[in-house]
């Protein structure tokens, strides 16, 4: 289970890197590009860099979908449980069980849509417009961070039933900084 936690946020990490640097590069052309200075001019306007927004745009998708999966498995997902803490711990346990099943449900639905829509998608020709792929790469977002999300509901289900704790974020722990008040 640890390799796809780090799996998840490698590729999390990966996404935002790339699309950073992306757009950074893209910024970094166009701002060169304006000044008058003869060869450096020539050769920038040369370079077509008209396909890093679109890659920047997929890349957030990707991000945002298993961001979304990484959310429900470290807690960070804003719920509203004002209703649930006043219940009784046997009906408190009762709802949030199941919450996360309608969670799971709901997700593993998206996840079988979404994978009906790629499946039917890489039947056409359909390209992006500026990188010229198959748009079924960029929509295989959808399927696959659904299920990872699915799946990540059903993993927090099962550990609150073994344990009775959910995943909880903690907005004023920075990791690592044990390490530096310890040196």
């Known amino acids: 289970m640890k390799l796809l936690d780090h799996l998840e946020e490698y590729l999390?990490?990966?996404?935002?890197?790339?699309?950073?640097?992306?757009?950074?590069?893209?910024?970094?052309?166009?701002?060169?590009?304006?000044?008058?200075?003869?060869?450096?001019?020539?050769?920038?306007?040369?370079l077509n860099t008209s396909?890093?927004?679109?890659?920047?745009?997929?890349?957030?998708?990707?991000?945002?979908?298993f961001g979304a999966a990484?959310?429900?498995?470290?807690?960070?997902?804003?719920?509203?449980?004002?209703l649930v803490n006043r219940l009784s711990d046997k009906n408190k346990k009762l709802?949030?069980?199941?919450?996360?099943?309608?969670?799971?449900?709901?997700?593993?639905i998206i996840g079988t849509l979404g994978a009906n829509f790629v499946y039917g998608m890489a039947q056409t020709d359909q390209t992006s417009a500026d990188m010229e792929i198959?748009?079924?790469?960029?929509?295989?977002?959808?399927?696959?961070?659904?299920?990872l999300m699915s799946f990540r509901f059903l993993q927090v289900a099962w550990t609150f039933i073994k344990t009775g704790e959910l995943p909880k974020h903690d907005h004023a722990h920075v990791e690592g900084l044990e390490d530096e008040v310890k040196a």
């Not at 679109?54 to 979908?65: G, H, N």
């Not at 990484?70 to 004002?82: F, K, L, N, P, Q």
């Open 12 to 46: 999390i990490a990966f996404l935002m890197a790339m699309a950073t640097i992306i757009t950074f590069v893209a910024v970094l052309h166009r701002y060169l590009s304006g000044f008058d200075i003869p060869v450096v001019q020539d050769a920038l306007i040369k």
């Open 51 to 65: 396909w890093a927004q679109e890659l920047t745009i997929y890349l957030f998708v990707w991000m945002a979908k």
């Open 70 to 82: 990484y959310g429900v498995r470290s807690g960070i997902h804003v719920g509203v449980d004002v």
């Open 95 to 108: 709802f949030v069980l199941i919450s996360l099943g309608a969670g799971a449900l709901f997700t593993g």
């Open 134 to 147: 198959p748009m079924w790469w960029v929509y295989l977002a959808i399927p696959l961070g659904s299920y």
